[in-house]
């Protein structure tokens, strides 16, 4: 195993390249991180995710807590073994979800100083999580890079609000680290996640919280919740970006759109994730250098083309856009699993793509050429 490590190697404008050393290996940044929830990527194999130059993957401890719970994966050997994916893996701690999902006849999430209790989305039972628990969950997982506990509140909640989110999450992550530093190994690294919605106050005493502990990385939360419009996302870029360690990876959690990709390259973002690609797939939609397809199109009925005829993928080099349209219309597994393994490669190819503009110090020129081909205005 290896020792966690962030080298940067070439900066264009504020984009970034770089390559972070994690214990199951090497992962070329910027990067792009499917997202595996429950210990899949929703219809890939593992095998085909390398195929598609998947270099990390997320799992969710919430998800995994819950089913198919932690004595089951410590028997297995961690997730990595369970699923069969031995490439790295980054897991959210679950925050999110505790807030987001918690049912039952009493659906309130009880905040309290050592933690939160929530109701499973699962079954509606009682749960606890506390900072420390979570680190725990992590390390039974084998997680690669590890989040901590974490409020996130809504993207409409008032700054008094996300104040106390800021309060709350940096006390809780006082517990994290000096848990995880109680029996800290080298291979698996815990980031902070700074918070504030889009308040350059609030994302400042976040950030002053969290970095008087010798964090392996920074996470930029509270920026994809729902109801998050492309000017708040901005808004909180702009607020907490300037503020990070260059010497760190930059996480910007749960962003996945190629525009919203671009602009994060661009202000010197490392690392992303998001379910879009495999959530647009399910819905028949993928995406091309022109932008989005949508497969229910009638005219693509007697479209012989591949999706992309730039695209490197195996669902472009053997398939074409009327037989895939053909199966998403019938409902066919089959077509769910074509859309996906496209989706994430296109993202994929993006992240490589900035990646090699940075080297060559041409990245602002890609930006622009490839959004204004998207039919994106905002370059």
Known sequence: MKTFLFELEKTDGKARAGVITAAHGDIKTPV?????????????????????????????TYHLYLRPGMEILEKAGGLHEFMNWHGPILTDSGGYQVFSLSQGEDTLVKIKEDGVEFRSYKDGSKHMFTPEKVIDFQRMIGSDIMMPLDFCPSAEASHDEIEKAVDITSKWFEKAWKHYDKQKNDEQALFAIVQGGTHADLRKKSF??????????????????????????????????????????????????????????EQGVDMFDCVTPTRLGRH????????????????????????????????????????????????????????????????????????????????????????????????
């Open 208 to 265: 002053l919280a969290l970095s008087q502990w010798p964090v392996a990385g920074f996470s930029i939360g509270g920026v994809a919740n729902a109801g998050e419009s492309k000017e708040k996302q901005e808004a909180a870029l702009n607020a907490t970006l300037p503020l990070l360690p260059a010497d760190k990876p930059r996480y910007l959690m749960g962003v996945g759109e190629p525009e919203d990709i671009l602009l994060g390259i």
């Open 284 to 379: 028949g939609t993928v995406w091309t250098p022109s932008g989005k397809l949508n497969l229910h199109n009638t005219a693509l009925k007697a479209d012989f083309s591949p999706l992309d005829n730039t695209c490197d993928c195996y669902t472009c080099k053997n398939y074409t856009r009327a037989y895939i349209a053909h199966l998403i219309r019938e409902n066919e597994i089959l077509g769910v699993r074509l859309t996906t393994i496209h989706n994430i490669r296109f993202l994929i190819n993006l992240v490589n793509d900035a990646r090699d503009a940075i080297e060559q110090g041409k990245f602002k020129k890609y930006k622009e050429e490839f959004l204004t081909k998207y039919k994106v205005k905002r370059v």
């Open 32 to 60: 792009f991180m499917p997202v595996g929830t429950a210990g899949t990527v929703k219809a890939m194999t593992p095998e085909e995710l390398i195929v598609d130059g998947t270099e990390i993957i997320l799992g969710n």
